[in-house]
């Protein structure tokens, strides 16, 4: 499993930097007085609500906004992965505003399922009234705080997870133990797992690659 994650992670970084460096003009985003996005997808725009002013909004590593490789790796998903979601599951970890899984909810189609998890209250919050602005009705938001178990969580309880995907969320060394915990926890051996960072982090790779005990 470690060698899988591994792989992974380093190949859906390299893919979502080429994105974002060689094809700019695919990741824009518009900001509505920086409290709101709109975010365009095959003649679909979708308004995605942030918290806080602009300072707050730059600062503040809550959630509370939209960040680039949350665009990305939506993107990504729409443009490579869409024709392998319909009637999947997927599971977004610190989710932030919800964007990646507003995208994935369409993906995913009726007979799916798409649940995104974040680990502050308000976030999850920001996330369900984000959820609330699609038409879809197959989605869910949830309080997962990484190291405890799925099973106590209703929304995640018993499920298992065709896809599992997180955005700028190995920002820091500290976050790698938990973040590795995390995905021990809510995948199986057929779990695709999509990690997408601002930057390349080889410290995380390597983090992975080491810990064969859990992965």
């Not at 300072?55 to 959630?63: A, F, R």
Request: proline share 3%; aromatic share 12%.
């Amino acid at each position: 499993m470690s060698m899988c994650i591994y792989l992974r992670t380093r190949v859906c970084w390299y893919v979502c930097a080429y994105f974002l460096y060689v094809h700019p003009g695919k990741c824009k985003f518009f900001l509505n007085n920086l409290k709101g996005v709109l975010f365009n997808r095959a003649g679909t725009v979708y308004r995605v609500i942030q918290r806080g002013s602009e300072q707050e909004i730059v600062s503040d590593n809550t959630g509370g906004a939209v960040y680039d490789a949350a665009i990305v790796l939506s993107r990504y998903l729409a443009a490579v992965e869409a024709p392998h979601m319909q009637g999947t599951s997927l599971l977004e970890l610190g989710s932030g505003p919800a964007l990646v899984s507003m995208i994935a909810a369409r993906l995913v189609g009726d007979s799916g399922y798409v649940c995104a998890t974040d680990g502050d209250e308000k976030t999850v919050t920001l996330a369900a009234e984000n959820l609330a602005l699609i038409p879809e009705q197959n989605t869910s938001a949830a309080r997962f705080w990484w190291g405890t178990s799925p099973q106590d969580i209703a929304e995640m309880r018993g499920r298992s997870w065709d896809y599992i995907v997180a955005s700028d969320v190995a920002y820091e060394p500290a976050v790698f133990e938990p973040l590795c915990e995390a995905l021990l926890a809510v995948s199986t051996s057929s779990s695709k797992i999509l990690l997408c960072n601002g930057s390349f982090s080889f410290s995380f790779v390597y983090n992975c690659a080491m810990h064969e005990t859990w992965l």
